[in-house]
């Protein structure tokens, strides 16, 4: 079943931001989620904090060109070669978006009380300009996005539900941060998937 190819840009200043709808079909969704939280390898990442350590509020996993190590806020990566599910997600993304990706970081967030603070993907790996595909499967979670610079401009809130891809490019990693709230809210479960080109041999 085809996805529903229906975008909808975001108008903010120094980003290109662009969300899709129902990239994947419901029963596309419920089965790549179903087969993604059984069957990739989560790990329990840990971070050092004012000299403390303490668990990422998350699960992570990181998949693709396995030549590819990605290092983010001190955790240095090792790839797993990409399998079946992944790859139909990514061939899917390739196909709209005209680019190709080497990596796909994914993130569980099991409750409400996981989630991701303020940041921005602009480490060196991903090149000046990075272009990141972002897959939501399962609960319904606020993408939260704030100027860096800018006081004037309001917070922007996108509700990435299940099936949705949103697609961030050009300068958006430069001038926006964003993040993924934790809540005190009973929700589910969601995976987060971002696709991304490493320029690392």
Known sequence: MSHQNKSI?????DA????YDQFFSKEESDRLYISLAE???WQQDQIKFFGKIYDVPRLTALYGDTRKTYKYSG????????????LFIKERIEKEVEA???TCLLNYYRTG???????Q???KELGRNPIIASVSLGETRPFQLRHIQRNDLKRVDIPLTHGSMLLMKDSTQHFWKHRIPKTKRDIGPRINLTFRIIKNE
């Open 9 to 13: 840009g975001f108008n903010l200043p």
């Open 16 to 19: 290109q931001i662009c969300l």
């Open 39 to 41: 069957n990739i390898n």
């Open 75 to 86: 955790i240095l990566m090792q790839p797993h070669p990409w399998n079946e599910d992944l």
């Open 100 to 102: 190709e990706f080497s």
């Open 113 to 119: 009380s996981d989630g991701n603070s303020w940041h």
């Open 121 to 123: 993907d602009n480490e």
